[in-house]
């Protein structure tokens, strides 16, 4: 009977860029090779599947904002996944509000 791999969520960091004009997404996964990576983005979440010979890293990041999946990026180096994914609408700037 084969065991099957443990499923680990990986740790994971989403951001705005400066402009507020992109989702910029990290994802750590130590000793996975860029072959054994999948992306795959479906309205706005994007989902990373990645394996290792000891355990399968599975994970998801919602976005508040609308995206272009089809003009994203990715690149792998040194363990870290980085996504680069455009907003479909550039963000209205914050309001500061007053504490009374």
Same mark, same amino acid.
Do not use: W
């Given at each position: 009977?084969?065991?099957?791999?443990?499923?680990?969520?990986?740790?994971?960091?989403?951001? @705005?860029?400066? +402009? !507020? !004009? #992109?989702? @910029?997404?990290?994802?750590?996964?130590?000793?996975?090779?860029?072959? #054994?990576?999948?992306?795959?983005?479906?309205?706005?979440?994007?989902?990373? +599947?990645?394996?290792?010979?000891?355990?399968?890293?599975?994970?998801?990041?919602?976005?508040? !904002?609308?995206?272009?999946?089809? =003009?994203? =990026?990715?690149?792998?180096? #040194?363990?870290?996944?980085?996504?680069?994914?455009?907003? +479909?609408?550039?963000?209205?700037?914050?309001?500061?509000? +007053?504490?009374?």
């Amino acid at each position: 009977m084969k065991s099957r791999k443990p499923r680990v969520q990986p740790d994971s960091f989403a951001c @705005l860029d400066d +402009k !507020e !004009e #992109n989702l @910029l997404v990290t994802v750590e996964l130590p000793g996975v090779e860029k072959k #054994n990576i999948e992306v795959r983005m479906r309205d706005d979440v994007i989902y990373v +599947k990645a394996q290792r010979e000891d355990v399968e890293f599975l994970g998801h990041v919602h976005s508040a !904002e609308k995206i272009h999946p089809k =003009k994203a =990026k990715a690149s792998f180096q #040194n363990g870290l996944l980085d996504i680069k994914v455009p907003l +479909k609408e550039k963000r209205s700037s914050a309001l500061r509000i +007053k504490i009374d």
